[in-house]
Every structure is written in structure tokens, then in C-alpha cells.
């Protein structure tokens, strides 16, 4: 079997990023330190500590900018402040700088692709004429039919309805998600040299990184007359050509801009770095990873691919492949504030798409009921082998306690968009935002002392923190030994493949590192041959000689290869 290679990393800290641990805090449903019911930037500074014992190397937070919460803080007003409700910029200083008491990087959401409706600018450009400069920073545009009364073009918005809204003036602008998020004309120099401005702002303030929300949408053509998408209209990733000629996603031009942004990140010592969300092509994910732009990429590809061996297979050997190509790492990803907790996922029958999934949360997720047991078996499985890959994992809060989603959320509760402007066709996002279980006992599962902006199931203390810390059976410790002995396994960037690919089909994944660090899961409902070696960890108890089904285990070997 193929075997992948690449350069030792750097000792130097301006590598820490290619094969580290992050961990991804959304910050309002983290840890509430004032009793608003809303996670705060103190709340994340006061957890520090354990997600220092925990052994991630860095902090990732989700939008904590000033916002209306149109989409859960991706419509940002300011970009160069902290909520109110979430803290100051003082505040803000003292997380990083707590953070590097405990030897924690921070990392931050950026918002590119649109800003919100309340932001400065666009107050500017609704109060300004047709034409005028401050429009010129969004895509204002003059409606079809006779009296401009129809959008300028078919494009949809990715929360539903059409893309555009009309202004009193009879002008339309663009905003492909939620009407209180308007899409920036990324032609525009004022527009880049600002986030450029922004980008040099978090980084004196000691920010380490950036991920970039979608990454993939900034550069558009905006040529006159814009086209129609006609047959394009999906935006799904293996929809959009190949040759980068959508007029809305994954165009070429958008490395222009990244290119831009990496003269800003190589200005510090050590250089910032960035990884984008870019829901692309497998064969153009690179080009957003390459060292003339962010750094990295995510790789949605395993996000959401069936915990099938032969399938697994192919995706990490390609990933890898990938990556190697443009000089980056790769990133390994099983949940995150947009998807259903991977828990569920894996407790549902067969191989669930995104659209089963939606299915399955409009009936509260009753039908078909999920196996909760068999979906932590297999979740411990999955994290064993993400952790074992060579680039970053990113571990999305409460994955570490096998938090499952929350499906049966009340519909009076929702505050998704996708569920407000989806006329009811989507349940959302929110199932997998419910704030965390610290504590079995105490206010909100001690959340906070007052109450939560989304509410707790009335059996989460069972999955609290305190409860599974000590626990060696539990999923917080399995995370926190596994971070522990990655720590003193990982070398250089080497993946080695063992065995035969029958084995693959079987269910058997079974790959070397250096050192003759090995990891071997069965993802299949067989137990199989527990291959020879010292185990330094498993997913779930072993019998003898044999791993069972759903599990994966680290050895340690004489050699590379384990023969």
C-alpha cells in the first residue's frame, strides 16, 4: 500500500499549526460567567485550565463580535470589537493572555464574505444614493421588469428564498444567507484593505489564526449583466464546476485575495495562519491550503463520510495526497456548530445523508430512533482515529464528553435562520449549540447561574464534565489520554499504510506512524485479529487477542510496519 511522506516539522513555533490539537468554542454556549443565560469571554478565560488538561494546543472561538444574531453571530456589526453581552476588548486581552499562561494558542472566526445589515458601512450605503461610493463596498444592484420590481438575477440564498431584498429607493442587494447579512463587493479595494486592517488588529492583540468563514465565496463576477445560475443553483460542493466558472463560488480569483492576506500573516514573527472553510471540490481544496494563501483547508470530505473502512481509506490516502501536494497539512474533522453531533450520526441506521439527517430532526429525532450506545461505541472509534492522522484535528466542544444533539428542541425555542427562512423544511443548527454540561449538580448543569439562551435536556448532568473526569471509562478521559500520548507519539508527517486492501473491505484500517506507532480500527460488526505490540490505548475494552467490533486501538510496535 501507498505510503506518504513529508518533511519533519519545523521545531520553530511558526509550525505549531500543522499537526496540532484545536479546540472549537462557541463561545455563547461554552460557560455563562454573569447569570444572562449567554456564554461570555470570561466564561472561555475561566475554562482555560481544563481545556489545558484536556491538551489541545489551541483555542479556536466562533464569532463573539457585536451582532444581532441574525445567524448566530456570523453577521457581524463591528469587526474590531466584543459583544457587549459577550465582554469587552479587555476582556478579550486577558483570555489570550491567560491562555498563554497555560501554554494555549487562541484562534478567531473571520467573516469575510458579508457583514451585518447594522454595520456602519452598510447604514452608509442604505442612507446613500444609487451609485454612490458607499454602495460600491456591497452589491447594490438595479431590479428586472418593467419597473425593477424583480431581483436582478435567479441566485437563491443559502437560508432560503431568493438571494436579494429591495430597498426603499427600488435598488437590490445581495446577501446569499440571511437578509441581515449583505454580501461585500470583494472588488472593492476599501473593502480589502480594511480586512486587512482587521486581520493586523487580532493579530497584535496576539491572535495566532483565523478560520475563515466561507472562504470560498468572496471573489464573484459582478460583470455586467450578471449572469443567471439556471441549472447551477446548487451550491453543493460536487455541484459547482470544476474549472472554477461559478459566478459565485470557488472562483479562481479569490486566491488573489488570500494571497493579499498572507503578506498581512508574514509580517508577524511567528507568521499567522488561517484554515478556510470552503465547502469545494476535493481536487480544488489545496489551492485554499497553499503556503502563498491560508495554511490550511477543512476537510468536510471525512466530516462526512460513513465510518466505512474502504471508503476511509480512499478519502485519508487522497487527503493526504492532497495536502502533500500543496505543502499543508491536512485537517480531520467529526462535528462542528454547523452539523449534527457525529454521537447521533453514528447512532442511526445505514448511512445517513444530510438530508436523512434533516429528516430525522423534524421528527425530533424519534424516527428512526437513534442507538445511542452503539453511536458512542463507534464515536470512540472515530476519535482514535482522527486523533492518530498526521495534520490538525479539530474537536468541537462537548465532543470530548459524547455529547449527543439535541433533536428534540422545542420548535418555539429555534433560533436557527435556516429554520426561520426555511418555512419550516429545515430544523437548523441549534440541537448542536445547547450550552455545555459542566457539573451533574447546580444551575444549568453549571452553565451559569442564570438560565440558558438554549435549554438543557433534563438529563444532561449525566454527560457533565465533573461526572466523567477520573472516570477511566469515560469519553473525557479517553480524549484527554489520547491528547496525552499524542503529545509523545507524533513525529514527523509519515502515514504508512498495513495490510491488505481485503482487509480494507472487511472493515479493518490499520496504518503506521513513525516510531511504530500504529492504529488499527475495526469498523465493522466482526471482531478481527488484534494485530501483535504493546497497547498503549483503545477505543473500548479488548478481548484477548482480538479487536472487537467498532474499535480502534494504538499500539506500539517494533517496527514501522508491524511485521
Same mark, same amino acid.
Given at each position: 500500500?501507498?505510503?506518504?511522506?513529508?518533511?519533519?516539522?519545523?521545531?520553530?513555533?511558526?509550525?505549531?499549526?500543522?499537526?496540532?490539537?484545536?479546540?472549537?468554542?462557541?463561545?455563547?454556549?461554552?460557560?455563562?460567567?454573569?447569570?444572562?443565560? *449567554?456564554?461570555?469571554?470570561?466564561?472561555?478565560?475561566? =475554562?482555560?485550565?481544563?481545556?489545558?488538561?484536556? %491538551?489541545?494546543?489551541?483555542?479556536?472561538?466562533?464569532?463573539?463580535?457585536?451582532?444581532?444574531?441574525?445567524?448566530?453571530?456570523?453577521?457581524?456589526?463591528?469587526? =474590531?470589537?466584543?459583544?457587549?453581552?459577550?465582554?469587552?476588548?479587555?476582556?478579550?486581552?486577558?483570555?489570550?493572555?491567560?491562555?498563554? $499562561?497555560?501554554?494555549?494558542? *487562541?484562534?478567531?472566526? *473571520?467573516?469575510?464574505?458579508?457583514?451585518?445589515?447594522?454595520?456602519?458601512?452598510?447604514?452608509?450605503?442604505?442612507?446613500?444614493?444609487?451609485?454612490?461610493?458607499?454602495?460600491?463596498?456591497?452589491?447594490?444592484?438595479?431590479?428586472?421588469?418593467?419597473?425593477?420590481?424583480?431581483?436582478?438575477?435567479?441566485?437563491?440564498?443559502?437560508?432560503?428564498?431568493?438571494?436579494?431584498?429591495?430597498?426603499?429607493?427600488?435598488?437590490?442587494?445581495?446577501?446569499?444567507?440571511?437578509?441581515?447579512? #449583505?454580501?461585500?463587493?470583494?472588488?472593492?479595494?476599501?473593502? $480589502?484593505?480594511?480586512?486587512?486592517?482587521?486581520?493586523?488588529?487580532?493579530?497584535?492583540?496576539?491572535?495566532?489564526?483565523?478560520?475563515?468563514?466561507?472562504?470560498?465565496?468572496?471573489?464573484?463576477?459582478?460583470?455586467?449583466?450578471?449572469?443567471?445560475?439556471?441549472?447551477?443553483?446548487?451550491?453543493?460542493?460536487?455541484?459547482?464546476?470544476?474549472?472554477?466558472?461559478?459566478?459565485?463560488?470557488?472562483?479562481?480569483?479569490?486566491?488573489?485575495?488570500?494571497?493579499?492576506?498572507?503578506? /498581512?500573516?508574514?509580517?508577524?514573527?511567528?507568521?499567522?495562519?488561517?484554515?478556510?472553510?470552503?465547502?469545494? !471540490?476535493?481536487? =480544488?481544496?489545496?489551492?485554499?491550503?497553499?503556503?502563498?494563501? +491560508?495554511?490550511?483547508?477543512?476537510?468536510?470530505?471525512?466530516?462526512?463520510? #460513513?465510518?466505512?473502512?474502504?471508503?476511509?481509506?480512499?478519502? *485519508?490516502?487522497?487527503?493526504?495526497?492532497?495536502?502533500?501536494?500543496?505543502?499543508?497539512? @491536512?485537517?480531520?474533522?467529526?462535528?462542528?456548530?454547523?452539523?449534527?453531533?457525529?454521537?447521533?450520526?453514528?447512532?442511526?441506521?445505514?448511512?445517513?445523508?444530510?438530508?436523512?439527517?434533516?429528516?430525522?430532526?423534524?421528527?425530533?429525532?424519534?424516527?428512526?430512533?437513534?442507538? +445511542?450506545?452503539?453511536?458512542? !461505541?463507534?464515536?470512540?472509534?472515530?476519535? &482514535?482515529?482522527?486523533?492518530?492522522?498526521?495534520?490538525?484535528?479539530?474537536?468541537?466542544?462537548?465532543?470530548?464528553?459524547?455529547? #449527543?444533539? /439535541?433533536?428534540?428542541?422545542?420548535?418555539?425555542?429555534?433560533?436557527? #435562520?435556516?429554520?426561520?427562512?426555511?418555512?419550516?423544511?429545515?430544523?437548523?443548527?441549534?440541537?448542536?449549540?445547547?450550552?455545555?454540561?459542566?457539573?451533574?449538580?447546580?444551575?444549568?448543569?453549571?452553565?451559569?447561574?442564570?438560565?440558558?439562551?438554549?435549554?438543557?435536556?433534563?438529563?444532561? %448532568?449525566?454527560?457533565?464534565?465533573?461526572?466523567?473526569?477520573?472516570?477511566?471509562?469515560?469519553? &473525557?478521559?479517553?480524549?484527554?489520554?489520547?491528547?496525552?500520548?499524542?503529545?509523545?507519539?507524533?513525529?514527523?508527517?509519515? &502515514?504508512?499504510?498495513?495490510? @491488505? =486492501?481485503?482487509?480494507?473491505?472487511?472493515?479493518?484500517?490499520?496504518?503506521?506512524?513513525?516510531?511504530?506507532?500504529?492504529? /488499527?480500527?475495526?469498523?465493522?460488526?466482526?471482531?478481527?485479529?488484534?494485530?501483535?505490540?504493546?497497547?498503549?490505548?483503545?477505543?473500548?475494552? &479488548?478481548?484477548?487477542?482480538?479487536?472487537?467490533?467498532?474499535?480502534?486501538?494504538?499500539?506500539?510496535?517494533?517496527?514501522?510496519?508491524? !511485521?
Amino acid at each position: 500500500m501507498p505510503h506518504h511522506d513529508s518533511p519533519a516539522p519545523s521545531p520553530h513555533a511558526a509550525d505549531w499549526w500543522r499537526q496540532a490539537v484545536v479546540y472549537q468554542v462557541y463561545p455563547r454556549s461554552f460557560a455563562d460567567s454573569d447569570g444572562d443565560g *449567554i456564554g461570555d469571554i470570561p466564561g472561555v478565560t475561566s =475554562r482555560l485550565p481544563y481545556l489545558a488538561d484536556l %491538551g489541545v494546543d489551541a483555542v479556536w472561538l466562533s464569532p463573539f463580535y457585536p451582532s444581532q444574531l441574525a445567524d448566530g453571530g456570523y453577521d457581524v456589526a463591528d469587526y =474590531r470589537d466584543v459583544d457587549p453581552r459577550l465582554g469587552t476588548l479587555d476582556d478579550f486581552d486577558e483570555m489570550v493572555r491567560a491562555a498563554d $499562561r497555560l501554554g494555549l494558542k *487562541i484562534m478567531v472566526d *473571520i467573516v469575510p464574505n458579508h457583514s451585518s445589515d447594522q454595520h456602519v458601512w452598510f447604514q452608509e450605503a442604505l442612507a446613500a444614493a444609487p451609485g454612490s461610493a458607499a454602495r460600491e463596498r456591497y452589491v447594490f444592484r438595479d431590479g428586472r421588469g418593467e419597473h425593477g420590481e424583480l431581483p436582478p438575477t435567479d441566485w437563491p440564498s443559502s437560508f432560503g428564498g431568493p438571494a436579494w431584498t429591495r430597498v426603499p429607493d427600488g435598488q437590490w442587494y445581495l446577501h446569499l444567507y440571511a437578509p441581515q447579512q #449583505p454580501d461585500f463587493n470583494w472588488d472593492n479595494p476599501e473593502v $480589502r484593505e480594511d480586512f486587512h486592517d482587521t486581520l493586523r488588529f487580532w493579530s497584535d492583540r496576539g491572535v495566532a489564526g483565523f478560520r475563515v468563514d466561507v472562504a470560498h465565496g468572496l471573489a464573484k463576477d459582478l460583470r455586467a449583466p450578471l449572469r443567471d445560475l439556471g441549472e447551477q443553483r446548487s451550491y453543493q460542493p460536487d455541484a459547482l464546476p470544476a474549472d472554477g466558472s461559478h459566478p459565485l463560488w470557488d472562483r479562481d480569483a479569490v486566491h488573489e485575495i488570500y494571497r493579499g492576506w498572507r503578506q /498581512v500573516f508574514d509580517a508577524y514573527d511567528p507568521p499567522r495562519f488561517a484554515v478556510a472553510e470552503a465547502w469545494v !471540490r476535493a481536487s =480544488r481544496r489545496t489551492a485554499y491550503a497553499s503556503a502563498a494563501g +491560508l495554511g490550511q483547508a477543512f476537510n468536510f470530505d471525512f466530516l462526512g463520510a #460513513p465510518l466505512d473502512a474502504a471508503e476511509m481509506y480512499t478519502l *485519508i490516502d487522497s487527503a493526504l495526497a492532497d495536502a502533500r501536494g500543496a505543502g499543508a497539512t @491536512s485537517t480531520w474533522v467529526l462535528s462542528n456548530h454547523d452539523v449534527v453531533r457525529h454521537v447521533s450520526r453514528y447512532a442511526l441506521p445505514g448511512d445517513y445523508t444530510k438530508r436523512d439527517i434533516e429528516a430525522w430532526l423534524l421528527t425530533d429525532g424519534r424516527e428512526p430512533a437513534p442507538d +445511542l450506545p452503539t453511536g458512542e !461505541r463507534k464515536a470512540r472509534a472515530a476519535a &482514535l482515529l482522527m486523533l492518530a492522522l498526521p495534520g490538525s484535528a479539530y474537536v468541537y466542544q462537548g465532543e470530548e464528553l459524547g455529547l #449527543p444533539e /439535541v433533536a428534540d428542541l422545542d420548535r418555539a425555542d429555534l433560533q436557527d #435562520p435556516m429554520w426561520v427562512r426555511g418555512g419550516g423544511r429545515v430544523k437548523g443548527r441549534d440541537g448542536c449549540r445547547v450550552p455545555l454540561p459542566w457539573t451533574r449538580e447546580g444551575a444549568n448543569f453549571g452553565f451559569g447561574p442564570g438560565g440558558s439562551w438554549l435549554p438543557q435536556p433534563a438529563d444532561w %448532568g449525566r454527560y457533565a464534565a465533573d461526572v466523567q473526569s477520573g472516570d477511566k471509562e469515560s469519553f &473525557l478521559e479517553l480524549y484527554r489520554e489520547a491528547l496525552r500520548l499524542r503529545r509523545t507519539l507524533v513525529a514527523d508527517e509519515a &502515514l504508512e499504510w498495513v495490510g @491488505s =486492501r481485503e482487509q480494507t473491505r472487511r472493515g479493518l484500517l490499520h496504518f503506521a506512524r513513525a516510531g511504530g506507532w500504529h492504529t /488499527v480500527s475495526n469498523l465493522s460488526d466482526e471482531p478481527v485479529p488484534l494485530p501483535r505490540g504493546e497497547v498503549l490505548l483503545a477505543s473500548g475494552p &479488548l478481548t484477548g487477542d482480538e479487536l472487537p467490533p467498532w474499535t480502534s486501538a494504538w499500539l506500539r510496535t517494533g517496527s514501522a510496519s508491524g !511485521r
